[in-house]
């Protein structure tokens, strides 16, 4: 088992940055995938961001390239996500996400997920 518990969350204003954390604990974090999710009103909840185990790679959806960056500290057990110039459309709840495969996070089937973070962005 793994425990995922995100922090971070809160609002901004748009173009504002917020820095999500994950910090993970259970199994061996350093052999893990991490990811992270978002799940916006009345939406399906979406890919945002992926690591594997090592750091590299990593993969982002279009919406959040060049704005959004996905990083791991696995000394800590944590995997963090820097959020720049965020917009209102990135209102959601952002979940963390854990799988012993990459595939598995960017296909959008981790094996484990965190009970989310809500972020805000104003106008």
């Known amino acids: 088992q793994v425990q995922l518990v995100e922090s971070g969350g809160g609002l901004v204003q748009a173009g504002g940055s917020l820095r999500l954390s994950c910090a993970a604990s259970?199994?061996?974090?350093?052999?893990?995938?991490m990811g992270w999710f978002r799940q916006a009103p009345g939406k399906e909840r979406e890919f945002v961001a992926a690591?594997?185990?090592?750091?590299?790679?990593?993969s982002s959806a279009d919406s959040v390239k060049g704005r959004f960056t996905i990083s791991r500290q696995n000394a800590k057990n944590t995997v963090y996500l820097q959020m720049n110039s965020l917009k209102p459309e990135d209102v959601a709840v952002y979940y963390c996400?854990?799988?012993?495969?990459?595939?598995?996070?960017?296909?959008?089937?981790?094996?484990?997920w965190g009970q989310g973070t809500q972020v805000t962005v104003s106008l």
């Open positions: 996400a854990a799988s012993p495969s990459y595939r598995a996070i960017v296909d959008g089937g981790p094996d484990y």
């Open positions: 259970g199994r061996t974090f350093d052999y893990y995938a």
């Open positions: 690591i594997s185990w090592s750091g590299t790679p990593t």
